[in-house]
T-cell receptor, first 113, second 118 residues
């Protein structure tokens, strides 16, 4: 199925550094969601964005819904070891059968102490 | 409370077995989903139920059979699976499809069932 372009694919950073990742799409979405997934667990919702241009924070996380509705970014400030995991963006579109999430390819984050 | 629960956590089955995965949510959500996820890949949508009715089937093989007994429960019945069906199976729920009664459509995921088919 369709996937969003998410970059970078992986990051290896030092503890305390800021992290930035983004997603782009050729399609417009009504909602952008950012999830974090630990190995063997389900994705956990981090931030939900519902309006173009919206900038939302959740603790050390900040995400923005692009003004064109075709992109979004996620920033993590002052990374800590528990930030390790895979981050997925997801765009929500409505079809005749119901709402469907289109996921990004994921960004694997590794934090070095 | 944004909890979606799934049982079992792990399942090992042979290709001739019949088993079921279960999912439950008590958030009053009226849309529920099954996803399949392979290692280091994003989740892939399998089925969507809206108001307890199957609304989307992403061309999933008939050896996977979903069931929604009520608004809180979602099952996935498995029969005659293949080794390539081994994956993490995720359940999710959302309040309402956008455009109907003004509900939000943010999806909340359960912890998943790790399925191994021998």
């Amino acid at each position: 199925g369709q996937q969003l372009n998410q970059s970078p694919q992986s990051m290896f950073i030092q503890e305390g550094e800021d992290v930035s990742m983004n997603c782009t799409s050729s399609s417009i979405f009504n909602t952008w969601l950012w999830y974090k997934q630990d190995p063997g667990e389900g994705p956990v919702l981090l931030i939900a964005l519902y309006k173009a241009g919206e900038l939302t924070s959740n603790g050390r996380l900040t995400a923005q819904f692009g003004i064109t509705r075709k992109d979004s970014f996620l920033n993590i400030s002052a990374s800590i070891p528990s930030d390790v995991g895979i981050y997925f963006c997801a765009g929500l579109g409505v079809t005749g059968g119901g709402n469907k999430l289109t996921f990004g390819t994921g960004t694997q984050l590794k934090v070095e102490l | 409370d944004t909890e979606v629960t799934q049982t079992p956590k792990h399942l090992v089955m042979g290709m001739t077995n019949k088993k079921s995965l279960k999912c439950e949510q008590h958030m009053g959500h009226r849309a529920m989903y099954w996803y399949k996820q392979k290692a280091k890949k994003p989740p892939e949508l399998m089925f969507v139920y809206s108001y307890e009715k199957l609304s989307i089937n992403e061309s999933v093989p008939s050896r996977f059979s979903p069931e929604c007994p009520n608004s809180s429960l979602l099952n996935l019945h498995l029969h005659a699976l293949q080794p390539e069906d081994s994956a993490l199976y995720l359940c999710a729920s959302s309040q309402l499809p956008r455009g109907l009664a003004g509900g939000t459509d943010t999806q909340y995921f359960g912890p998943g069932t790790r399925l191994t088919v021998l």
